[in-house]
């Protein structure tokens, strides 16, 4: 079975800085898909960035950008230039590309971003 | 805004109680997938349906069952409520199915249940 790990119940970081959130995930498929969700204080969940395994370059949205190492099955997220809005949660979720559509999430980490 | 819509945002309701909650998908999406998140089990897939048709099932308890009807919204049924089932539960939608174009899943605010 898939499972998605994420090892950092908290983080915080200052205002302006670079912060990294982990993510692992265990699966024996080839074929899927990563991604980092925020939920922020009003509970909606936003897609912030998406990586598909057969590409082995690492996504960038803006100030987000991933390190998707797939022989570790590691998926780190990089916030750079960090603003009091990133404040929030983070999950880390996993879907495989074909056969089932249901997303996988880790536990997440509650980032806290500090002026 | 994701353009999921859920309702209602907030229910409260006592054990033993059902309920119904609702959900309308982006235009255009055909897909609906319900989550739930809970403190002790984090989010959880519970169903997904297609087109009006049930489409992959997860952790979903017998006491709770779900339709999509032939204008795409759908609801989420739940019975003989118990303590345990209070969470916020989430509803998404996508245009397709796996295998098909990559696509997303766009999440509605959700709506929290507290059962006392």
């Excluded at chain 1, 119940?9 to 980092?36: G, H, I, K, N, R």
């Excluded at chain 2, 308890?61 to 969470?87: I, K, M, T």
């Amino acid at each position: 079975a898939q499972t998605v790990t994420q090892s950092q119940p908290e983080m915080s970081v200052q205002e302006a800085e670079t912060v990294t959130l982990s993510c692992t995930y265990d699966t024996s498929e080839s074929d899927y898909y990563l991604f980092w969700y925020k939920q922020p204080p009003s509970r909606q969940m936003i897609l912030v960035i998406r990586q598909e395994a057969y590409k082995q370059q690492n996504a960038t949205e803006n100030r987000f950008s991933v390190n998707f190492q797939k022989a570790a099955k590691s998926f780190s997220l990089k916030i750079s230039d960090s603003q009091l809005g990133d404040a929030a949660m983070y999950f880390c979720a996993y879907r495989l590309l074909y056969n089932t559509d249901k997303l996988i999430f880790g536990t997440g980490t509650r980032l806290q971003v500090f002026p | 805004d994701s353009g999921v819509t859920q309702t209602p945002k907030h229910l409260i309701t006592a054990t033993g109680q059902r309920v119904t909650l609702r959900c309308s998908p982006r235009s255009g999406d055909l897909s609906v997938y319900w989550y739930q998140q809970s403190l002790d089990q984090g989010l959880q897939f519970l169903i997904q349906y297609y087109n009006g048709e049930e489409r992959a099932k997860g952790n979903i308890l017998e006491r709770f069952s779900a339709q999509q009807f032939p204008d795409l919204h759908s609801e989420l049924n739940l019975s003989s409520l118990e303590l345990g089932d209070s969470a916020l539960y989430f509803c998404a939608s996508s245009v397709g199915l796996a295998g098909m174009a990559s696509y997303e899943q766009y999440f509605g605010p959700g709506t929290r249940l507290t059962v006392t």
